[in-house]
Structure formats: C-alpha cells, structure tokens
C-alpha cells in the first residue's frame, strides 16, 4: 500500500517514513500543502498521513488540502495530525460521513504500534479518533447535559466506540464479556435516540456526529 506523508518537520517526516517502510508501505514524503494537494489529486494514495498546519501559511493548509483531495476523490482516506486538540478539525472530517478518516494528536506517533494500527484503520475505511478528542466532546456535551443520562460504564463504552474499537476490542479493554458490551451499546443508542447499526463505522459516525452537534 501507498502511503503520502505530509510534515514539515524533517526529523517526524523521515522517522514516519522509515517507520511506514520498515512495515511494508510506499511512501512518498512531501513538506508543503500545494505538493501534497498536487500529490492526492494526480494520483490518490491509499491513505494520507496529514499534518494540519503545513507551509506556506502555517494555519490549516494541510486540513485544506485533505478536504479539498477528498471533494475530488470522495472516500480518500486521510489520517490527521495536530500538535493540539482543535475540535473543529473532527467536525471539518466528519461532514460527509464517508469514513475512512483519523484525526491523532502527534504524541500519538511515537506508539509505533497505535500509529500504525491507526494507519491500517483509516486506509480500511474505519475511523479514527484521539481519546483525548473524544474527552474535549464528551466534557462539553455534559455541560450541556446530552450524555448525563449514561452510566458510568456506559460512558466508558461510549469513549471506546468513539474511538473506532470493535465490541471484542471493547470487552477486552474493560474486562467484560462480549455480551455485556452488546447490552451496553444498546442502552447507550436507546439513551442517546441514535439508529441501531451492526456495521462499526457507522456506528462510530453515528456517535461522533452526536457528540459534535
């Protein structure tokens, strides 16, 4: 698989690069936003690994380009990096509910093992998102008292969907069977007037999108 890497930090850039390598992939390695835009029009990859802000302005280049590939070539899949949590930029990806999409905060890279797992997600279609987004969303949604209605327990749940884990994953992380999980999730779409799904990346979006609204 092919792998477009867009950072302007050199040392990031090749250590991604070596990293993507090492584990199979094509790479090629760009360190500007109208490079990477030219890349992902002429010829789509199988996942993008974006940073935000990119040359020349600093500000959301690399955001701008992602959207702008993924008008063009619809379903694109983009892996996003920040240096912080900006919220808009979740809900910037999640506007056309097509999937294959990742938003990671940078720290996230230097785990090898969860970079590359999120690399893999996103180029099969799921979605990936930073707990630490997940949080900021679940924060302000109990401010305004949206999800004051789950369990302690569901809450948790409801993180770990959000981050794109399957059931198995799920059960795994929390210490509870399968079945258990199955139940929780019911309860949290009851709660939450969200449509039942089976397919998880559906179900991700669906609990993305509510936590954005």
């Known amino acids: ?21 090492e584990h199979g ?11 990477l835009l030219d890349l992902l029009l002429d010829d789509p990859p199988g996942v993008a690994v974006v940073d935000v802000r990119l040359p020349p302005s600093f500000t959301d280049e690399g955001l701008r380009a992602a959207l702008a590939a993924r008008r ?34 940078k720290d996230r890279v230097f785990d090898a093992d969860q970079f590359l797992d999120a690399v893999r997600r996103v180029a099969g279609g799921g979605t990936v998102l930073d707990p ?3 949080t900021r969303l679940l924060r302000r949604n109990d401010a305004r008292g949206t999800v004051s209605a789950l369990t302690e327990r569901e809450r948790d749940v409801l993180q770990l969907m959000a981050e794109g884990r399957s059931n198995s994953a799920i059960a795994a992380a929390l210490h509870v069977s399968d079945s258990a999980v199955t139940k929780h999730i019911a309860s949290i779409f009851g709660k939450l007037d969200l449509a039942p799904s089976t397919d998880d990346n559906r179900r991700v979006l669906a609990v993305l999108a509510y936590l954005n609204q």
């Open 1 to 21: 698989m092919r792998v477009v890497i867009a950072e302007d930090l050199f040392l990031l850039r090749d250590g991604l690069a070596r990293l993507l390598r």
């Open 25 to 35: 992939f094509a790479v090629d390695a760009v360190d500007n936003g109208p490079e």
């Open 72 to 105: 063009r070539h619809p379903g694109l899949p983009i892996l996003l990096l920040s240096q912080y949590v900006e919220q808009l930029y979740a809900r910037e990806l999640l506007d056309d509910g097509a999937g294959a999409i990742g938003y990671l905060l």
């Open 132 to 134: 630490e987004v997940i």
